[in-house]
């Protein structure tokens, strides 16, 4: 089963003559259990690709259909539940509470998904100990490396099994040892907890651990195995 489909999207800015086209009818699966790479340049609609995929952005036209679930973009609220339930977000700002432990903040994630208690904290302990940091869990963000924050962002995104993982430049803030550590740990959980992910990102070492890499260019889509 695809972890997401996305089906002759489109996504236009402004009306009449001043109407800009972002997306030009651009269709994209993700598998569970696949990695895929987005990239593409500045201003080549793979963010605006991403927010539609993440259900953060309305489409003007076209079909998302996540872990066999078609999105209906008219129902705010529906689209809320979706994100609760199916996708994890990575970011490239790392995005955790100062104030919280790195346990605390995957039990945040938790608790917004409906996870309390005891049930909550195994689950913060279980991905923490997958992304290396089960030493590290009372650490708050201050204390912790850049490659150990975006770990903690990782550990969060996988926490309650959501099918899909979408990553924005999850490597742009590390240094190329730090990002390296956090590329390994994406692709194995992936693979061994059957999620989809996908990466829009710059960095060319992003290729080395995709399935397959997506190209966007001018609102249109070239794909081609991954080197």
């Known amino acids: 089963m695809n972890a997401i489909e996305a089906c002759d999207i489109t996504k236009t800015y402004g009306e009449g003559r001043l109407a800009v086209p972002v997306l030009k009818g651009v269709s994209l699966s993700v598998a569970r259990g696949e990695v895929v790479a987005l990239e ?13 995929l993440g259900c953060l952005l309305t489409p003007s036209s076209g079909r998302v259909t996540i872990d ?3 999105v209906d973009p008219r129902r705010p609220r529906g689209l809320w539940k979706v994100r609760r339930r199916s ?3 990575v970011f490239q700002q790392f995005n955790l509470f100062p104030s919280l432990t790195a346990a605390q903040n995957v039990e945040y994630t938790l608790n917004l998904r409906g996870w309390r208690g005891r049930k909550a904290r195994r689950e913060a302990d279980r991905v923490l100990e997958q992304v290396g940091l089960a030493e590290r869990k009372g650490f708050r963000p201050r204390d ?5 924050k975006q770990r903690v962002a990782v550990a969060r995104a996988l926490a309650g099994s959501a099918p899909l993982i979408l990553a924005d430049e999850p ?6 040892e730090s990002g390296a550590q956090v590329l390994g740990i994406f692709r194995r959980l992936a693979k061994e907890e059957n999620r989809g992910l996908l990466i829009v990102t710059h960095d060319p070492t992003v290729r ?8 966007i260019r001018d609102g249109r889509l070239a794909t081609r195995e991954a080197s």
């Not at 593409?40 to 539609?52: D, V």
């Not at 912790?144 to 150990?148: A, D, E, I, K, V």
């Not at 490597?171 to 190329?176: A, E, F, V």
């Open 87 to 89: 996708i994890g977000f």
């Open 68 to 70: 066999g679930r078609e």
């Open 40 to 52: 593409g340049p500045s201003g080549s609609g793979k963010t605006t690709m991403l927010c539609i």
């Open 171 to 176: 490597t742009g803030n590390l240094d190329s």
């Open 208 to 215: 080395a651990i995709a399935d397959r890499v997506v190209s």
């Open 144 to 148: 912790l490396s850049g490659g150990q």
